[in-house]
């Protein structure tokens, strides 16, 4: 049994997607795989599906919903492990970490970290690649949609935009800085605060000879962080300006001179 969260949620029994029902037992659901193997208090529970405003059938409403749920998951629960258990003070979804594609995510995105720091950056950029592809849209898009505001999701969601700076750092240490231009110019206009996806957007287009083009993208993350939030870039997105002006060599991608090594990408502080 496989549960996907990066995306609208689904459920798949060997490929069969699995029927949930409506939007509470998607939602009972979808918070306990967010806490999966954690005892979940009931109250928690409750005020995340109200917003801290449960009416008081509540907790017949999510008693129903958790009984949908055990007969969704039936019979492969006993087969594969995944149960969800009433355990007080609350519940307990029991599941392989590695059927969660959140769990999965967050193990590449470790492991590539851990390649990137020992130098590996070529294979760092393999495993970045594979977690970010695992998303399918926004987190639990389906609840989303519906009015719910978990701050877990948001936090989701970081996750993610702090995966793919990791892995366009690979991306740029593996001399790949012209195949990622397109993907940072779509993300340097969708979250023009972070300013990681800004430095890496100027630095690839700047070694692939596009000099103008790298200080047009500094004076648009500028303008935007002066007009929303009164505020200058950080001083080594300005010091990447300054170097670009001046043609610094040191910007340049440079291989390693031994053929079996790894990639060397010259810092951008």
């Known amino acids: 049994m496989e549960f996907r969260i990066l995306g609208e949620l689904d459920v798949l029994d060997s490929g069969r997607q699995i029927r949930l029902g409506g939007v509470t037992p998607r939602a009972v659901l979808g918070y306990l795989l967010l806490h999966n193997n954690q005892v979940v208090p009931a109250s928690q529970l409750r005020d995340a599906l109200w917003n801290y405003d449960p009416p008081a059938t509540s907790r017949k409403i999510v008693q129903n919903a958790v009984s949908a749920i055990r007969k969704a998951l ?102 790949r800085h012209r195949e990622i231009t397109p993907e940072l110019k779509v993300l340097t206009a969708a979250a023009p605060m972070r300013e990681t996806f800004c430095k890496q957007y100027m630095l690839a287009l700047y070694r692939s000879g596009r000099q103008v083009d790298a200080l047009e993208a500094y004076q648009r993350a500028r303008g935007a962080l002066v007009d929303r939030l009164g505020i200058e870039p950080q001083m080594d997105l300005q010091r990447l300006h300054q170097r670009i002006l001046s043609q610094d060599p040191g910007l340049e991608f440079v291989c390693s001179s031994d053929p079996s090594g790894p990639w060397r990408h010259i810092a951008t502080r």
Do not use: K
Not at 80 to 88: F, I, M, P, R, S
Not at 144 to 163: H, P, Q, Y
């Open 74 to 175: 039936t019979p492969r629960d006993n087969a594969d492990g995944t149960v969800l258990l009433t355990q007080e003070p609350g519940y307990l979804l029991r599941v392989d970490p590695d059927a969660v594609d959140l769990c999965l995510f967050r193990q590449l995105v470790q492991r590539g970290n851990a390649e990137l720091h020992s130098g590996s950056a070529e294979f760092a950029r393999v495993l970045f690649r594979q977690a970010v592809g695992l998303w399918r849209g926004q987190a639990m898009a389906d609840l989303a949609e519906s009015g719910i505001r978990w701050s877990e999701l948001t936090a989701i969601d970081d996750e993610r935009l702090n995966a793919y700076e990791a892995c366009f750092e690979a991306e740029l240490a593996s001399g």
